[in-house]
């Protein structure tokens, strides 16, 4: 059966038992789609596609793959996120998203195999890890919308679940995060969990950090690098990924002494002694010389160490004393002691380098201990209710 309309109209032809061929122009070029479905369906769809030049939001059929476009999508973003960002991107979707569906074509993909998918998913990964897939995978399918490569984006009407909160970290309160640090005194990493735990500096920050950074006279850190590790480049310095993350931080009393203490160690190493009867005033560290440079053989005060190798060893040795937790929720345990005791917003937000409206967001996790403290302030006013 074919369906003939005027030469403006487009046709369909019969193809099968609800298939249907979808015939169409454009500006003078003629389109095709299969469309499955009934025949009114297939009526009221080459209506819509009509519409769509018309109104000139159409998307010419293309037989790309989610293969194709995720690596187009991959090159695109690579010009405003860090190459280690892309290459994030690029893993979580190429392991949990294109063995499904990376050869079924673009235009193709509907939300129910979406919606397949993440239950797929679920049954091996937490539900924060598949919300991130659903995140990361939305985004790519949104940016073939604005390039009129897709008409409709199938992830945005998928269920993705909800990550629970107790699934994104652990947040410590003053008295746990301090017994965490002892836990750590005598061993290579005690250092960059001081630092981690006092100032709030994120891990890949820690690891770029200099000795020129520190200005032992005013007791402050000044962050102004980080390190990224990529495929690609290997272990490189680049710049903070914000200009809120180029910051000042004071430092206290307690961590200054333990870095002077850690400096003094360095100048011995140049000098060839540790002797207190041996001047280290003259002493100099090369310029770039890092406060927690790597330890492999031979030695070298700008190699940079390893973050993977560092985030592993805290967690095996955190999980040793107890405390099953990330390096990097040392900074999340920072930021929500210093607003839980009173710490105003702009000044945390200032040290951890983000907007107050974020630091809010993200970091101001109730303690087990605030709940209790609200219901004594509430106790007060209600004493006489009896």
């Known amino acids: 059966m074919t369906n003939r309309r005027g030469h403006g109209d487009g046709g369909i032809d019969r193809r099968g038992e609800n298939s249907f061929r979808l015939r169409y122009r454009v500006r003078g070029e003629r389109h095709t789609v299969t469309f499955h479905g009934s025949l009114s369906e297939a009526r009221a769809e080459l209506r819509r596609l009509l519409n769509t030049a018309d109104t000139g939001t159409h998307v010419a059929p293309t037989r790309t793959t989610l293969n194709d476009w995720v690596t187009k999508w991959l090159e695109l973003r690579q010009r405003s996120v860090s190459t280690k960002t892309a290459e994030h991107y690029g893993a979580l979707l190429k392991v949990h998203v294109l063995p499904v569906l990376g050869e079924r074509a673009l235009q193709d993909i509907d939300v129910t195999e979406i919606d397949?998918?993440?239950?797929?998913?679920?049954?091996?990964?937490?539900?924060?890890?598949?919300?991130?897939?659903?995140?990361?995978?939305?985004?790519?399918?949104?940016?073939?919308?604005?390039?009129?490569?897709?008409?409709?984006?199938?992830?945005?009407?998928?269920?993705?679940?909800?990550?629970?909160?107790?699934?994104?970290w652990n947040v410590l309160d003053a008295d746990r995060l301090n017994a965490l640090v002892q836990g750590f005194k005598g061993t290579a990493l005690y250092g960059i969990v001081c630092v981690a735990a006092f100032t709030g500096m994120r891990r890949n920050e820690i690891l770029a950090l200099r000795w020129v950074d520190i200005d032992f006279v005013r007791s402050t850190i000044k962050?102004?690098?980080?390190?990224?590790?990529?495929?690609?480049?290997?272990?490189?310095?680049?710049?903070?990924?914000?200009?809120?993350?180029?910051?000042?931080?004071?430092?206290?009393?307690?961590?200054?002494?333990?870095?002077?203490?850690?400096?003094?160690?360095?100048?011995?190493?140049?000098?060839?002694?540790?002797?207190?009867?041996?001047?280290?005033?003259?002493?100099?560290?090369?310029?770039?010389?890092?406060?927690?440079?790597?330890?492999?053989?031979?030695?070298?005060?700008?190699?940079?160490?390893?973050?993977?190798?560092?985030?592993?060893?805290?967690?095996?040795?955190?999980?040793?004393?107890?405390?099953?937790?990330?390096?990097?929720?040392?900074?999340?345990?920072?930021?929500?002691?210093?607003?839980?005791?009173?710490?105003?917003?702009?000044?945390?937000?200032?040290?951890?380098?983000?907007?107050?409206?974020?630091?809010?967001?993200?970091?101001?996790?109730?303690?087990?201990?605030?709940?209790?403290?609200?219901?004594e302030i509430i106790g007060a006013m209600t004493g006489g209710l009896t």
């Open 116 to 168: 397949k998918l993440y239950g797929r998913l679920a049954e091996h990964l937490s539900p924060r890890s598949v919300r991130h897939i659903h995140v990361i995978l939305k985004a790519c399918l949104r940016a073939a919308v604005l390039k009129r490569r897709l008409a409709d984006n199938p992830v945005a009407r998928a269920d993705a679940p909800k990550a629970k909160e107790s699934d994104a």
């Open 223 to 375: 962050v102004c690098r980080s390190l990224e590790e990529t495929k690609a480049k290997g272990r490189t310095i680049k710049e903070p990924k914000t200009e809120r993350g180029k910051r000042t931080i004071a430092v206290d009393a307690g961590l200054l002494e333990l870095l002077r203490a850690e400096h003094r160690q360095h100048l011995a190493i140049v000098a060839g002694t540790d002797s207190p009867q041996v001047s280290l005033g003259l002493v100099r560290l090369p310029a770039d010389a890092l406060v927690f440079p790597s330890l492999v053989q031979p030695f070298d005060f700008t190699r940079l160490r390893n973050p993977t190798s560092t985030t592993k060893l805290f967690m095996k040795h955190a999980a040793k004393l107890g405390f099953p937790i990330r390096l990097h929720d040392l900074r999340h345990s920072h930021g929500t002691i210093l607003l839980a005791k009173g710490v105003p917003i702009h000044e945390v937000a200032g040290r951890l380098g983000h907007t107050a409206a974020l630091l809010l967001q993200i970091y101001a996790h109730r303690l087990p201990k605030e709940d209790q403290r609200s219901a």
